[in-house]
């Protein structure tokens, strides 16, 4: 759509909760500046929540609230809609009947777009608007323009990312101050990082529609949530957080994606990370991406991937390239996928079994003679070798008079289904006595 207005944009704002207030106060105190930057004003006029007292009492008089979505999009004056109510239910059909409006939309909705980004998209395309959506990746860091534009001369190779800050939070906590999971959970919510349904953080969800958007703009392939694997941290163990550091790691949760010679690997589990890597030493709800290219080589972006203001700045670092592309030719802009959309390609993602990468396994075992033996042998067998053991003392891990105790293994790079196999027949063992343990191993050189 053209401005009607070129001095103004007129923006309506689709929910205004954390990451709305964030939005309409960051654009008003930045103002001058942002208007500096994008060549016209950029002006809330309209918003919409379920709870319209509370949004008047936000944006006072000059806004009008309206507890119809729909009146907003029904405005002929507004030109962007901004989508921050959430989730796949009404979120979707608002910003599809704002697409089919000619309204170029911004959302920070990475569930949304994760599941329906096709569709959205080709929606978008077939009516010329722009959805923009970089406070769904990461928050406030600018990674969605970096794998964009950034490293558009570069093959990327992977991308590996602490990208749920609710997890690294409770992480961090169970490990700095031995915090209980749920007290650290809770203080995430009350600081306004969590979903509104916490079970997407904690179950690798968020970090996985997060990966599946950076995995189709660094390969140029659709959005494929529904293909990768997730694992969560709800099974981790405070012991292995602590083995971990004995060996000089710390366990991370990483949505990463990969393009190997086989197809693309797109998972989000928890990780060994060398202490020694940048990576491993991001901290609290703090997010950060590596992304390693060709030309480039590795870089690393960090900083606040949610709350309000910090969301706030990616959401409206998109209006501004609205209002700065606004008259560009449709043709011209950058595409909503990086890659122009006939160039989308359909590179397989690859199956779980197929990935190649390294392990931590923990076994708790009979501290008998030949345990280790039988263990390594299955190994061996399976042409899988081992890079460090650590054995802890029965009466370290069971108290004085133990008769079991805890072997940790650490693999070289092997095939998962190669991996799988193994684990069952070490399971097998009669003195294997409780299931093992396994968290990937990524060494990110
Ligand atoms: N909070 C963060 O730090 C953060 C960071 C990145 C992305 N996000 C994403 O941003 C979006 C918004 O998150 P949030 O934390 O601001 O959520 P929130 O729950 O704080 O705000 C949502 C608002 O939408 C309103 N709403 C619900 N249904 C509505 C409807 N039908 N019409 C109008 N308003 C309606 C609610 O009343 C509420 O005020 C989500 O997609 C979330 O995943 C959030
Ligand atoms: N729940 C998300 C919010 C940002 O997307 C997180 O914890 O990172
Ligand atoms: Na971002």
């Not at 208007?35 to 006072?60: F, N, P, Y």
């Not at 991370?252 to 998972?267: D, F, P, S, V, Y």
């Not at 390693?292 to 991937?305: E, P, R, S, V």
């Amino acid at each position: 759509m053209k401005l009607t207005n070129p001095t103004s944009i007129q923006v309506g704002l689709l929910g205004m909760g954390t990451v709305g207030t964030g939005v309409f106060n960051v654009l008003m105190r930045n103002q001058s500046e942002i208007m500096r930057r994008a060549g016209c004003g950029i002006e809330v006029t309209m918003v919409a929540d379920l709870d319209t007292e509370r949004a008047k009492s936000l944006v006072g008089p000059n806004v009008q609230v309206v507890a119809d979505a729909r009146a907003i999009i029904a405005n002929p004056d507004i030109a962007v809609v901004v989508e921050l109510i959430g989730g796949y239910g009404i979120a979707k059909q608002l910003v599809l009947e704002a697409i089919e409006a000619g309204k170029h939309v911004v959302t920070a909705n990475k569930a949304l777009l994760a599941v329906h980004g096709t569709e959205i998209f080709a929606a978008a395309q077939r009516k010329g608007v722009m959805v923009a959506f970089e406070a769904a990746v990461a928050g406030g860091i600018p990674i969605i323009k970096a794998l964009r534009e950034g490293l558009s001369a570069n093959r990327i190779e992977w991308v590996a990312g602490i990208i749920n800050g609710t997890t690294n939070f409770i992480l961090s906590e169970m490990r700095d101050k031995g915090l209980d999971f749920d007290v650290a959970l809770k203080e995430a919510q009350r600081l306004g990082y969590a979903e509104a349904d916490p079970t997407f953080d904690i179950q690798g969800v968020d970090a996985a529609h997060k990966a599946a958007l950076m995995s189709a703009i660094a390969f140029g392939v659709p959005v494929q949530f529904e293909k990768a694997y997730i694992e969560g941290i709800t099974a981790l163990g405070a012991q292995d957080i602590r083995y971990a550091e004995q060996l000089g790691y710390r366990i991370k949760l990483l949505g990463i994606t990969k393009k190997t010679a086989k197809g693309i690997e797109l998972r989000v589990h928890p990780s060994l990370v060398p202490a020694k890597r940048l990576i491993a030493n991001v901290e609290g709800a703090m997010n950060a991406v590596m992304v390693h290219c060709d030309a480039l080589g590795t870089t690393l972006y960090y900083g606040k991937g949610a709350g309000s203001e910090p969301t706030a700045s990616a959401v409206i670092a998109d209006l501004v390239d609205i209002a700065r592309l606004n008259t560009a030719n449709a043709a011209q802009r950058v595409p909503y996928l990086a890659f122009q959309p006939d160039a989308i390609d359909n590179t397989p993602v690859l199956d779980m079994g197929q990935v190649v990468t390294s392990y931590y396994l923990r076994l708790n075992v009979a501290d008998e003679a030949g345990v280790l033996a039988s263990v390594t042998s299955i190994l061996a067998k399976l042409d899988i070798s081992i890079d460090a053991v650590l054995q802890r003392e029965a009466d370290e891990v069971g108290g004085e008079g133990a008769t079991q105790t805890d072997l940790i293994i650490l693999t070289h790079d092997c095939v998962e289904s190669q991996m799988n196999l193994a684990l069952a027949q070490m399971q097998q063992l009669t003195t294997v006595l409780s299931p093992i343990t396994r968290i990937r191993k990524e060494e990110l050189v």
